[in-house]
């Protein structure tokens, strides 16, 4: 039997957990890197999964202090799918928002950790990675949550949605600053569709209502995600304002496409700025690849006429595209992602301002992961590092790569060697020591 593509290579599990300490590095850690670097993904416990998204989570962290790279652990996320074999839907068809993967991101609010998936509850870790449980805000959670929640800079709410395959399909959450949940209110789609990612501005609230549409045989069937792309269904972006929180959702049309990652949203006097990784569609006959790659580009909604430009930024194939997240929702001038072409990878910097970008290549054989963004200063949008995993195909292990991110194309700031393969994943951040 062939192994399957998102089981082999660097896709493939590792089969344990591990901690080690004192990490080697060549060249030197900046000392004001005091915190966490976390990054999750897929990491099937029994070595099997029937799509690359549905593996067991695993959570890869690297603790940085005083300029030294003092340990790496990875721990599988203990959610009662993993311990106990729990399904997110019973034979009576109940749903159990604890039974999830917990896979596919890290994020800290309010003082706690959370490991995300987008059919789930958020499982809460410790600081040194190991699970405390499913979070549900105090029982007021119903939904799912989406793996990727937005932090307001200037308020610290939480905003997020949880999608469904049944009525209400997707309901939008906000959670303030000290982590109670607020407000959950129901938005009105048609159907049940792929909600992966939304985008928050100062003002705003953006959702993506794209034509990637539940699809009842595969799901029957257990044959992967249980999504197909729909030549049927609209594309449009839905903009609520924050400052009704219960009003109306206005949605504005665009072009068939799809989107994975929002990079960053902002408000402009009468129009808001959206960034994300475009797909021209995706899973037309098959959900287990990408019938495409994304690329870079720029909806500008006017919200007096109810026009939308869109325009392609870049035309480089790229994913996982981040800012730095203190100027989440607001007009970060610069924006990061990956570039994986076969066995070579690259990370992109674009400055939203000028058009311009820079590249740090990794060489044949390396293939970064996404970056996350770790600030040197106070200031928003300042100066900082680029963090990432780096998979060395010849030497079948990992580093931890650190950028400068003002001078992306330099050699690394440093590289610590992991003692052990970090297989290709989603998201992660850098946690800064509180």
């Avoid at 003002?406 to 946690?431: E, K, M, Q, S, Y």
Wanted: aromatic share 12%; with cysteine.
């Amino acid at each position: 039997m062939t192994t399957p593509p998102y089981l082999s290579g660097n896709y493939a599990p590792v089969t344990d957990e591990i901690t080690a300490f004192e990490l080697a590095c060549t060249g030197t850690i900046p000392e004001d890197l005091n915190g966490w670097f976390v990054r999750n993904g897929p990491n099937p416990h029994d070595a099997g999964s029937p799509h690359w998204f549905f593996g067991d989570g695993m959570v890869h962290g690297v603790r940085l202090e005083g300029g030294r790279a003092v340990s790496y652990r990875n721990r599988w996320v203990r959610t009662t799918r993993f311990t106990d074999g729990a399904q997110g839907i019973d034979a009576q068809g109940n749903r159990d928002y604890t039974a999830g993967a917990a896979n596919t991101h890290v994020v800290r609010h309010a003082g706690r950790t959370f490991a995300l998936v987008e059919s789930s509850f958020p499982y809460e870790l410790t600081r040194e990675l190991d699970t405390v449980g499913p979070y549900d805000f105090d029982g007021k959670l119903t939904t799912a949550m989406t793996a990727h929640p937005k932090t307001c800079p200037v308020t610290g709410e939480l905003h997020f949605f949880g999608y469904n395959f049944v009525e209400p399909y997707l309901t939008y959450h906000r959670a303030d600053a000290a982590g109670n949940l607020e407000l959950s209110r129901v938005i009105d789609v048609p159907a049940a569709t792929m909600h992966h990612d939304f985008a928050l501005t100062a003002n705003h609230v953006l959702f993506m209502d794209l034509p990637v549409v539940f699809d009842m045989p595969t799901a029957v069937a257990g044959g992967g995600m249980p999504f197909r792309w729909s030549d049927d269904y609209q594309a449009r972006l839905g903009v609520l304002r924050r400052d009704d929180q219960h009003g109306a959702v206005r949605w504005f049309d665009i072009e068939p496409c799809y989107v994975f990652h929002t990079l960053n949203a902002h408000d402009e006097p009468g129009r808001i700025v959206l960034y994300a990784m475009r797909y021209p569609s995706m899973w037309r006959d098959t959900s287990q690849g990408f019938d495409t790659g994304a690329t870079l580009w720029r909806w500008t909604l006017d919200l007096a006429t109810g026009a939308v430009r869109e325009e392609r930024i870049d035309d480089r194939i790229a994913e996982f595209p981040r800012i730095d997240d203190r100027l989440a929702g607001l007009d970060a001038r610069f924006g990061h992602a990956s570039i994986s072409e076969g066995d070579r990878g690259a990370l992109l910097r674009y400055d939203l301002h000028t058009g311009s970008s820079s590249v740090h290549d990794f060489g044949p054989g390396r293939v970064p992961a996404e970056a996350a963004f770790a600030a040197a200063d106070e200031t928003p949008g300042g100066a900082g590092y680029l963090m990432a995993y780096v998979y060395d195909a010849a030497e079948n292990r990992s580093d931890l790569v650190i950028l400068d991110a003002d001078d992306l194309a330099a050699a690394p700031v440093a590289t610590i060697h992991l003692p052990r393969r970090v297989p290709h994943g989603f998201h992660g951040n850098w946690l800064p020591d509180l």
